[in-house]
């Protein structure tokens, strides 16, 4: 599984286990995500801002990023066989 985030510093903490002093109380809160790097279940990387899909449900995001990630979630996407995407 892919884990993407558009936040540059989690993703660099996810991926860079040495914890300082100033996030020392993540490192409970990522044993889950180490268990899972450490097994290659989870790999995590930096997206835009502009490619997270999730952003149409956390911000107010212009009607060009709301229009292109809309489709994922109404079944109107690449994994709808046979589907007219336009529908």
Same mark, same amino acid.
């Given at each position: 599984? *892919?884990? #993407? $985030?558009?936040?540059? #510093? ?7 286990? @040495? *914890?300082?002093?100033? !996030?020392?109380?993540? &490192? ?6 180490? &268990?899972?790097?450490?097994? #290659?279940?989870? $790999?995590?990387?930096?997206? @835009? #801002? *502009?490619?997270? &899909? !999730? ?5 107010? !995001?212009? @009607? @060009? *990023? ?5 489709p994922k979630f109404v079944g109107c996407?690449?994994?709808? &066989? ?6």
């Amino acid at each position: 599984m *892919v884990l #993407g $985030i558009d936040n540059k #510093g989690a993703v660099d903490m996810a991926n860079n286990w @040495s *914890v300082g002093g100033r !996030t020392r109380h993540m &490192e409970v809160r990522m044993h889950f995500l180490r &268990e899972l790097k450490d097994q #290659g279940l989870l $790999i995590v990387k930096h997206i @835009s #801002g *502009v490619d997270n &899909e !999730t952003d149409i449900f956390t911000k107010n !995001t212009p @009607s @060009s *990023v709301f229009l292109k990630h809309i489709p994922k979630f109404v079944g109107c996407d690449e994994y709808m &066989e046979g589907k007219d995407k336009t529908a």
